[in-house]
């Protein structure tokens, strides 16, 4: 183990992406980072199923895709920055991912904000 990330299981909402993450969750972090272009958006908004079979997703990979189970890809090991790029595609902002995150619909997360009337 990452000596830097010794004692992170009591931390609990901390999910580490290390190494060993990055390296099991490869072609799904490709997978999403590959959102970025027009041409694959395009795709995925056409045929999520085939896109997803070609970028070799695992069919646990799939149904978080398939889900936006965000806070489950989180865990999994997808890498938030690239999740950012997904979010885009499916039409969410950053702050109603963050919602959903923490188990909220986007109005009861926006009350917990300090400026709960900006979006």
């Not at 980072?33 to 908004?45: F, L, S």
């Not at 799939?62 to 936006?68: C, G, M, S």
Request: hydrophobic residues 40%.
């Amino acid at each position: 183990m990452n000596p830097q990330l010794k004692g992170i299981e009591e931390l609990e909402g901390t999910y580490p992406f290390d190494i060993r993450t990055s390296n099991r969750t490869l072609k799904l972090n490709r997978f999403l980072w590959n959102m970025i272009r027009g041409e694959w958006r395009e795709r995925y908004k056409a045929n999520p199923e085939a896109l997803m079979e070609e970028a070799q997703l695992t069919d646990a990979e799939k149904e978080l895709v398939r889900r936006e189970d965000w806070l489950g890809l989180v865990k999994y090991g997808a890498n938030f920055f690239v999740l950012e790029k997904f979010a885009r595609v499916v039409g969410k902002t950053n702050l109603e991912v963050y919602a959903l995150m923490r188990g909220e619909t986007f109005e009861e997360f926006m009350k917990t904000r300090r400026v709960p009337e900006s979006r």
